[in-house]
């Protein structure tokens, strides 16, 4: 029962957070001399415009608690296009990162 619901919860959150218009295909931390960023591609899935986008991580300590975030903004991404994003941390310690939600408006 406990895996059942577990399984579920996994999924229910997945959808909570995600906009299905746009996919973030890959991502990964990179550093540079000026310090940590998150890089990766994200892709309009849908058959319209995205006028203004947000994807959003969150920054976690070796312990597991959650220490900051990293944001970034993309605009007039087309259908099918991808989009290259560079999210900024809100602190330059960090362990391990995770995706939170994407924002369309």
Same mark, same amino acid.
């Given at each position: 029962?406990?895996? *059942?619901?577990?399984?579920?919860?996994?999924? *229910?959150? %997945?959808?909570? *957070?995600?906009?299905?218009?746009?996919?973030?295909?890959? *991502?990964?931390?990179?550093?540079?001399?000026? %310090?940590?960023?998150?890089? =990766?591609?994200?892709?309009? #899935?849908?058959?319209?415009?995205?006028?203004?986008?947000?994807?959003?991580?969150?920054?976690?300590?070796? =312990? %597991?608690?959650?220490? =900051? #975030?990293?944001?970034?903004? %993309?605009?007039?991404?087309?259908?099918?296009?991808?989009?290259?994003?560079?999210?900024?941390?809100?602190?330059?310690?960090?362990?391990?990162?995770?995706?939170?939600?994407? #924002?369309?408006?």
């Amino acid at each position: 029962m406990r895996v *059942f619901l577990a399984s579920i919860l996994l999924i *229910f959150s %997945g959808y909570l *957070f995600a906009d299905n218009r746009l996919q973030v295909d890959t *991502f990964e931390v990179k550093t540079y001399a000026d %310090g940590k960023v998150v890089e =990766g591609i994200a892709r309009n #899935t849908s058959s319209q415009n995205l006028g203004s986008v947000y994807v959003k991580f969150k920054l976690y300590d070796s =312990g %597991g608690a959650v220490v =900051g #975030t990293a944001i970034d903004n %993309g605009s007039n991404i087309g259908p099918g296009e991808k989009w290259k994003f560079s999210a900024i941390p809100d602190t330059p310690s960090f362990s391990k990162v995770q995706f939170s939600e994407v #924002t369309i408006y």
